[in-house]
């Protein structure tokens, strides 16, 4: 066996891997509340309940329609009180999509039961203002992510009033560079399927899930204006499990966001950077309807490893901790010094051992890329045996070596450059791999200074279930 290929084989056998998550998609296409003959959308008043009709497909000309196959409908009052439901109907699944769009238009209450006796139809909401909301989902449980939703109203036999309208809007993207701030979508691509959480004036809790272009919105309705009026509170869903997500957004009071009203009246926009929420305050005088937009939320999949530097492995404290075990495992490497051959630490004391692996530390340098990733990479695995890094996906670029599920770990970049290493141990200025060497030694370097590694926009798994923000209340 080559010294090279046994490097290689010693290695992985030092290592660890991490399991990786799955996640499923959110839903593409929409819903919308129509009337009998189906010729239009987002009809959302109505006079009867019996007067309500569904429709769905894609959002507009051109984009995705909804997924094909059989779904489940439930309708709940505005803070998910269940109403009525198809599930024990005898048909679970009456609505049928087929091309992305649904097979026929069906009339509400003619497919669910009522929650209160399971007779056909739903139950009347108690909302002040007739509001009712309806969820078209691929499963029983109704999962936010996997459902489409749309608001109605119902002022059963009641004359055709003045009714007021206030919207609450806004955007999820991916905030790329970490910068707490919102880019270009090119740049800062928006994220579909996230969970936004709003917490009504009369302390009831609803929710809204971003679309496929990241857009959430959120609109109440009322013949009183004291019934709209008020505080809002919004803010994202908590992931759960949270794995790397971070809230990147909003960190500070942001100025576009746009307030908006058909009559005077002053609407109230605060951010709380302790808990990156909006609330938004109307006041009972604006008697008008009202939208507030820009309530936006960043995020990213970022992670930071911990770790100790090349500086700290040669000083007197990190000396201290090496143990002869280590220096075997060092020893198993393929760590290349300034002309590409291998160094091994062969002195018969472990303090002479230790002396000699400082000496090769604080001797590398970049001529030859391979020298240089070679230490930083010692330096790593270091980190890793004694707790300072936890072997957490850092990557999704380690050739072969990432397990097959696209990520990689802090051991499984090991192997990748052991792999780099023994393949061109000598990468001086026109070696073909130094360009690829200095990434990974960046890499490393980057987790031995307890850096934060913030993963490209698209490789991250998005979560499939969310917590309230506001669940305390």
Same mark, same amino acid.
């Given at each position: 066996m080559s010294r090279r290929l046994a490097a290689i084989l010693s290695v992985a056998a030092l290592l660890l891997s991490v399991a990786p998550a799955t996640a499923v998609e959110p839903l593409s296409g929409a819903i919308f509340t129509t009337e009998v003959i189906c010729d239009g959308t987002n009809i959302n008043i109505y006079s009867d309940k019996e007067d309500v009709y569904l429709d769905g497909g894609p959002v507009h000309e051109g984009a995705a329609g909804l997924p094909d196959g059989d779904y489940y409908v439930?309708?709940?009052?505005? *803070?998910?009180?269940?109403? /009525?439901?198809?599930?024990?109907?005898? +048909?679970?699944?009456p609505v049928l999509v087929v091309g992305g769009e649904f097979d026929t238009c069906y009339q509400l209450s003619a497919i669910l039961i009522k929650a209160s006796d399971s007779t056909p139809g739903y139950d009347t909401t108690t909302n002040g203002g007739g509001v009712y909301k309806v969820w078209v989902c691929t499963d029983s449980e109704f999962t936010a992510s996997q459902c489409k939703t749309d608001n109605f109203k119902v002022n059963e036999g009641d004359e055709e009033t003045e009714t007021f309208e206030g919207c609450?809007?806004?955007?999820?993207?991916? *905030?790329?560079?970490?910068? /707490?701030?919102?880019?270009?979508?090119? +740049?800062?691509?928006?994220?579909?399927?996230?969970?936004?959480?709003?917490?009504?004036p009369d302390g009831s809790v609803t929710s809204e899930v971003t679309d496929?272009?990241?857009?959430?919105?959120?609109?109440v309705e009322s013949e009183d204006f004291a019934d709209i009026d008020g505080t809002y509170h919004i803010a994202e869903g908590i992931p759960n499990p949270a794995d790397d997500w971070v809230q990147t957004y909003p960190d500070e009071q942001q100025d576009w966001v746009d307030n908006g009203a058909a009559s005077d009246g002053s609407i109230g926009v605060s951010v709380s950077t302790t808990t990156r929420s909006y609330s938004v305050t109307v006041p009972s005088g604006l008697e008008d309807s009202w939208f507030v937009t820009g309530l936006d939320f960043g995020n990213n999949c970022q992670v930071t490893p911990g770790g100790r530097t090349i500086g700290f492995w040669s000083n007197k404290n990190g000396q201290s901790l090496i143990t002869a075990g280590d220096?075997?495992?060092?020893?198993?490497?393929?760590l290349a010094n300034g002309a590409g051959t291998d160094t091994n630490f062969t002195a018969s004391l472990l303090s002479q051992k230790k002396a000699a692996y400082k000496s090769w530390l604080l001797s590398a340098t970049a001529t030859n890329m391979a020298y240089m990733l070679s230490a930083q990479m010692s330096a790593t695995y270091l980190n890793l045996q004694h707790g300072f890094t936890s072997n957490v996906n850092?990557?999704?670029?380690?050739?072969?070596?990432?397990?097959?599920?696209?990520?990689?770990?802090?051991?499984?970049?090991?192997?990748?450059?052991?792999?780099?290493?023994?393949?061109?141990?000598?990468?001086?200025?026109?070696?073909?791999?130094?360009?690829e060497q200095q990434r990974v030694k960046n890499l490393f370097d980057l987790i031995n200074n307890g850096g934060t590694i913030v993963f490209p926009p698209g490789t991250c798994l998005t979560p499939e279930a969310y917590n309230s923000p506001f669940a305390f209340t």
């Open positions: 439930k309708v709940t009052e505005p *803070d998910g009180t269940l109403l /009525g439901t198809s599930v024990g109907s005898g +048909d679970d699944t609450l809007s806004g955007e999820k993207f991916y *905030d790329s560079n970490n910068d /707490g701030d919102k880019g270009l979508p090119a +740049d800062e691509p928006p994220i579909a399927g996230w969970e936004i959480f709003i917490q009504l496929a272009d990241g857009r959430w919105e959120h609109c220096m075997t495992a060092l020893n198993a490497f393929y850092v990557t999704t670029s380690c050739g072969s070596f990432d397990g097959g599920d696209g990520f990689c770990t802090v051991s499984e970049l090991i192997q990748y450059a052991q792999y780099l290493i023994t393949n061109d141990p000598l990468c001086l200025s026109t070696c073909t791999e130094r360009g």
